[in-house]
């Protein structure tokens, strides 16, 4: 599995849009880059994946460069309720099997 | 509640001692992991099961931990003589399609 690099922590008001970025340079054409989330004292959760185009769902937006070598993940309107640890991985599911290899992830705390 | 339960939630437990938890996943789900999660660390793959075959172990999972999911529905996972150095969280994940994976809330284990 490609390695990830997210920052250790970040900031964001309440209401405002929260863009969470990872680095992950030495992706192959084969993997899917996935965010997780952690709230504090809960497992993880699933929140999106993609592997070239950009991706929304309810929770949140996935936005992949052209090269793949980095994303962004947006939560669009972030609550206190979105404080966590953001999780992005990077993984070949269909050759390497289904574990997740988590790195460290960004701290994401929303302030009032 | 991601429908993935986990009991105990809570194990203290002396050196020296067997503990078992147990990990109910969604009842649909072929697939079934185990994590382990040390505090401020993200979690770390152990074990994964896809119905009742034992696919995968990581080199963390030491003779002294076992797991089984007999029946391909719920799986236990044990631990021998503990060892202070296995105070951690431990969580459970179950999946269907390839892409999601739904983690229960864990169970959080204190080696005194």
């Known amino acids: 599995d490609a390695k990830t690099t997210q920052p250790p922590s970040m900031d964001c008001a309440e209401g405002r849009a929260a863009n969470l970025p990872c680095n992950h340079s030495t992706i192959s054409g084969n993997e899917y880059v996935y965010w997780y989330r952690q709230i504090h004292s809960q497992g993880p959760q699933y929140i999106i994946h993609?592997?070239?185009n950009n991706e929304t769902n309810e929770m949140a937006s996935l936005i992949i460069t052209e090269d793949r070598k980095s994303s962004t993940l947006i939560l669009p309107h972030a609550t206190l309720r979105d404080t966590a640890v953001y999780y992005c991985?990077?993984?070949?599911?269909?050759?390497?099997?289904?574990?997740?290899?988590f790195g460290q992830g960004t701290e994401l705390s929303v302030k009032p | 509640d991601t429908g993935v339960s986990q009991d105990p939630r809570h194990k203290i437990t002396k050196r020296g001692q067997n503990v078992t938890f147990r990990c109910d996943p969604i009842s649909e789900h072929n697939r079934l992991y185990w994590y382990r999660q040390t505090l401020g660390q993200g979690p770390e793959f152990l074990t994964y099961f896809q119905n009742e075959a034992q696919l995968e172990k990581s080199r963390l999972l030491s003779d002294r931990f076992s797991a089984e999911r007999p029946k391909g529905s719920f799986s236990t996972l044990e631990i021998q003589r503990t060892e202070q150095g296995d105070s951690a969280m431990y969580l459970c994940?179950?999946?269907?399609?390839?892409?999601?994976?739904?983690f229960g809330p864990g169970t959080r284990l204190t080696v005194l």
């Open positions: 991985i990077a993984k070949d599911i269909y050759n390497q099997g289904g574990k997740l290899i």
């Open positions: 994940a179950s999946s269907l399609a390839l892409h999601e994976q739904f």
């Open positions: 993609g592997l070239k």
